[in-house]
């Protein structure tokens, strides 16, 4: 039997939203500030995901972490200015959403709360999301399945009852210590074999085969 699900917790970024390249782009900006190496697109894959000042410290040079809270500062002032230059929905996104109307859906990421619901505010404008949150101060990151929990209580729905869909290791380990069905996207920024050992209970391959899940 199908488990049955009443809600949806979304990650945001590689889940909603391809949003690397501008990621990447900031953090550039802010390391050859600082004189130090840039890093490669591709690599960006693994530096994200755990927080913005995780993303700094797994990108500056092991002898320059000192400077994590500056160029944390200029990162975060470069994508506040650039955060929608080449970030987009992946497709099939929008039509994922509009079909889940009849179930409670949230969205939960590492990324700053702040822009983690300007950007859901720009790529939803009409609001189909009844809880949105992103990382805040005294507020513990995902793997800790805190906030997780948080979010259903106030909407209702015990954790069994919600689907959890993320494209990362830390996503998977969150929905399954928050008692959520894990879900893993395999469009996002990681792959089916890390998504496998981190415990996905599903994986899918495109937004609307999320559908036969429910």
Known sequence: MKPRF???LFDLDGTLADTLEDLADA???ALAALGCPTHPLPSYRYFVGDGARNLMLR???ADKASLADK???LMRAHYDAHCFDKTRLYPGIPELVSSLRGLKLAVFSNKPDTFTKRMVAHFFPDEPFAA????LPNQPLKPDPSVALQIAGELGI???EWLYLGDTNTDMRTALAAGMF?????WGFRDREELIKAG???LVAHPEDVLRLL
């Open 158 to 160: 015990p954790p069994c």
């Open 132 to 135: 949105v949150r992103g990382q």
């Open 71 to 73: 160029a944390l500062a």
């Open 182 to 186: 894990a879900v893993g996207a395999l």
């Open 200 to 202: 996905a209970q599903e």
């Open 6 to 8: 009443r809600a949806v």
């Open 59 to 61: 990108t500056l040079p």
């Open 27 to 29: 953090v550039n900006h």
